[in-house]
């Protein structure tokens, strides 16, 4: 199959490497008390304090660039996180503030979180340009306040996997889709209390799914966009499992690995990538509730 229009020539699909770093807003969002959980919130704080320097060493070994979607609560608690991060040439997205997904909010309290998440991110000198709903779980409102504050893509959608534009109103915004089948939290998230997983994989397998998946879109001509959180993937033979990943994209040599930021710029400039208007199924197919 052709590739993406947005690939450069010569690639056969794109690798974007990309990292939540959710820190303590992960448990909390889900688990209000769970402060009081000296072990769950150290579990959490491995993330800032070893994962993201082991993982920013790392990506500076392998010479890749990454994207860094950053809560809020995160910036605002670790903001000397965020500024190694900058300071290493990586890019830093919008990922809420609260982690508090957005399909259990109001239009009202998803407008709040959305802007103070802005203002957490701007604290520490980050403008983004890119967003990714808590859980992936966006709203149709979630996708007009990504226009409304002309950020240049959102990476929550999962009806592709190839990138595309959304026409929200007058504005273009690249849609760069994810998978769970790509996430590492469904490999290795495991805490008894509060449970956030029940299973903990050898990285090996994490290894195999996404070299497999990098193989089969370099026939498909589409995008793997890797998501990680740092409490997970920083761990040192996860780590060793995202060199391997890298390592398996080089060999190939004709993946374009790219934070996901470049990628949303050559998608909006490329001719012939499809266009799509966002928005719920027409209902009135079935006997389903429309509120």
Do not use: N
């Amino acid at each position: 199959m052709t590739p993406s229009p947005a690939f450069p020539s010569g690639s056969a699909c794109a690798l974007s490497l990309t990292f939540d770093v959710d820190a303590e807003s992960a448990i909390l969002a889900a688990h209000p008390g769970a402060w009081r959980d000296a072990m769950a919130m150290t579990h959490q704080a491995f993330g800032p304090r070893v994962a993201v320097p082991r993982i920013l060493r790392l990506l500076a070994e392998e010479e890749v660039r990454a994207t860094f979607f950053v809560p809020g609560v995160t910036a605002r608690l670790w903001p000397g996180t965020v500024a190694a991060i900058l300071e290493a040439g990586h890019e830093v997205g919008h990922h809420s503030h609260t982690h508090v997904t957005a399909t259990t909010m109001t239009e009202d309290e998803q407008r709040a979180d959305f802007e103070t998440a802005l203002e957490a991110l701007a604290a520490c000198g980050v403008t983004p340009r890119g967003h990714r709903a808590a859980m992936w779980q966006a709203t149709w409102t979630t996708l007009e306040l990504v226009a409304e504050h002309g950020l240049d893509y959102d990476s929550s959608l999962m009806d592709d996997d190839r990138p595309y534009v959304l026409k929200v109103g007058d504005r273009r915004v690249a849609e760069l889709p994810p998978h769970w089948s790509l996430d590492d939290w469904e490999q290795y998230a495991f805490l008894p209390v509060p449970e956030i997983g029940t299973q903990i994989e050898a990285p090996s397998k994490l290894v195999e799914l996404w070299t497999v998946e990098l193989d089969a879109q370099r026939r498909e001509g589409g995008l793997v966009v890797g998501t990680m959180h740092p409490f997970l993937s920083g761990r040192a033979s996860r780590a060793e499992a995202i060199r391997a990943v890298i390592e398996h994209a080089r060999a190939a040599g004709d993946v374009w690995i790219a934070p996901l930021g470049d990628i949303a710029t050559a998608t909006l400039a490329a001719r012939d990538v499809e266009e799509r208007v966002p928005g719920p199924p027409d209902l009135s197919v079935g006997p389903y509730p429309s509120d």
